[in-house]
């Protein structure tokens, strides 16, 4: 505790100097096409905040992406030479003394070392600021705004007073802090995006927050992956995850397997193995947010019906992504003795993760919304490759996925089980419902992001 409150005593004592120098930066005037981009978060992992930057920098804008970086973002926003990523620091091991002075302290040196960081850099005509989390980035950004003359957008992707409802309960009063605070500060910007129509409705009728809704769509990168790319993969992922590894020597030693597929010694090229397992996908934060105790559940009773002789095959789950459940679940996980089901959780490079969604043959999403207004970006980026979905049912689900048509909704680990069971009998079947439901995808419209952000948020910007 004592190296958190040196460092925040130290930012404290800095912080006239800082706004000295910051206002001898800002007394020069905003410029026009500069652009701050702030995700008091991960950057690696708000890929919707990455995309902003790069279609801001695509249409002229120079553009400062300021936020924490846990992973690797995507190669082409480190290759830009419009973007410049600034590093904040997240402040960790507070675990010391009571839980709502281990908060209190965090979110002030949140703000004081967010607001020294933006003062900081060159004045900017906007500031997009991703929500949540919104405590206390909103009142800084709107705050350094002021002084500045900067637009605050805010992009609502969730509301964060629900999230923190997930762990403290709905009524707890740092919940209904919160929840004052986003109201009170979220109504301050000049400019909101959100990510559904229900949630556009919900801030116009509860918040007086007039938005925009700009739907999460796949960048470009999200599509099938060719056969050739799919074994590269799966033999990059079997030197680390046996899953991905061949069951059975080849008869050439010359010939490179995975579990999936062969490159042949002679010719070169890349074929499915026949009797192949089918790939499922799921990828998450790990959080309350998303229940995987029901696609266990559901994979146990997969294992059941494939031991009964149900004409089913093998199957590879991958659930992706990092938080802090995942250790909870890899021992649920650890507990399971399964024999025709293989579960795995990598942690995938930026580059890898659409080329093992373009691969998969079904993708699952567990994702409920803590306010029940948000949709889940996996579920657009799955679409993107073409890739079938069952995805568990909430408020505005029916927005994204298309019982029927696209995928599949469900309500329980059994329904859930019954549609796995269904979805991949006699697989693969071209005739079946799955390769049905990928065709679906094939024929739907293609928007992608950089149209839909052209189409939404440029003329917005172009009005002011």
């Known amino acids: 505790m004592a190296a958190p409150c040196l ?18 930066r800002w007394r020069r005037g905003r410029a026009a096409r500069h652009v701050l981009v702030v995700v008091l978060g991960d950057v690696g992992r708000s890929p919707r905040m990455q995309y902003h930057a790069l279609s801001l920098a695509k249409h002229g804008f120079s553009v400062t992406l300021l936020g924490f970086c846990n992973s690797k973002p995507h190669d082409e926003l480190l290759q830009s030479d419009r973007i410049q990523i600034v590093l904040l620091t997240e402040l960790q ?43 206390p980035s909103i009142a800084v950004c709107w705050f350094v705004g002021c002084l500045c003359g900067s637009k605050l957008v805010i992009d ?28 009170l500060f979220g109504r301050l910007s000049h400019m909101n995006l959100c990510v559904t129509r229900a949630m556009r409705e919900d801030l116009a009728e509860n ?30 992922l079997g030197r680390t995850h046996a899953a991905f590894r061949a069951r059975a020597d080849p008869g050439d030693p010359a010939t490179e397997r995975s579990a999936f597929t062969e490159r042949h010694a002679q010719s070169g090229t890349v074929t499915c193995l026949r009797g192949r397992p089918a790939l499922l996908v799921s990828s998450t934060s790990w959080t309350e947010d998303e229940d995987f105790s029901i696609l266990l559940a559901a994979l146990e009773k997969f294992e059941q019906l494939t031991l009964a002789g149900d004409s089913l095959p093998s199957l590879v789950c991958v659930i992706t992504g990092k938080g802090p459940l995942k250790a909870h679940y890899g021992r649920l996980i650890s507990q399971k ?63 994204l996925v298309k019982h029927e048509e696209n995928g599949l909704v469900f309500e329980d680990s059994e329904e859930l089980a019954a549609q796995l069971q269904m979805l991949f009998s006699k697989f693969p079947d071209p005739a079946g419902k799955l390769s049905q439901f990928r065709k679906n995808l094939r024929e739907s419209e293609r928007l992608r992001w950089d149209e839909s952000w052209t189409r ?6 172009m009005d002011t």
């Open 93 to 135: 091991n507070l675990a010391v003394g009571p839980r709502v002075l281990q908060y209190g302290v965090k979110v002030v040196f949140q703000a004081v070392h967010l607001l020294c960081m933006l003062m900081w850099r060159e004045p900017a005509a906007y500031i997009f600021l991703q929500n949540p989390p919104g405590l």
């Open 207 to 236: 918040w007086s927050i007039r938005a925009v809704t700009l739907y999460d769509k796949p960048a470009a990168f999200f599509k099938e992956t060719p056969l050739d790319l799919q074994h590269e993969l799966f033999m990059k």
């Open 456 to 461: 939404t948020v440029l003329p917005l910007l």
């Open 156 to 183: 609502w992707h969730n509301y964060g007073y629900s999230i923190m409802g997930l762990v403290h309960g709905p009524n707890h009063p740092l919940v209904l802090l919160a929840k004052w605070y986003e109201k």
């Open 337 to 399: 003795s399964f024999r025709h089901v293989q579960v795995c959780t990598p942690w995938l490079e930026a580059e890898d993760y659409p080329l093992l969604l373009g691969s998969a043959d079904l993708g699952v999403s567990l994702h409920k919304s803590s306010s029940g207004l948000d949709l889940p970006m996996k579920v657009v980026d799955m679409f993107g490759c073409c890739l079938p979905v069952c995805a568990v049912n909430f408020k505005c689900l029916h927005e």
């Open 7 to 24: 460092a925040l005593l130290a930012l404290c004592l800095l912080l006239p100097l800082l706004l000295l120098g910051g206002w001898k």
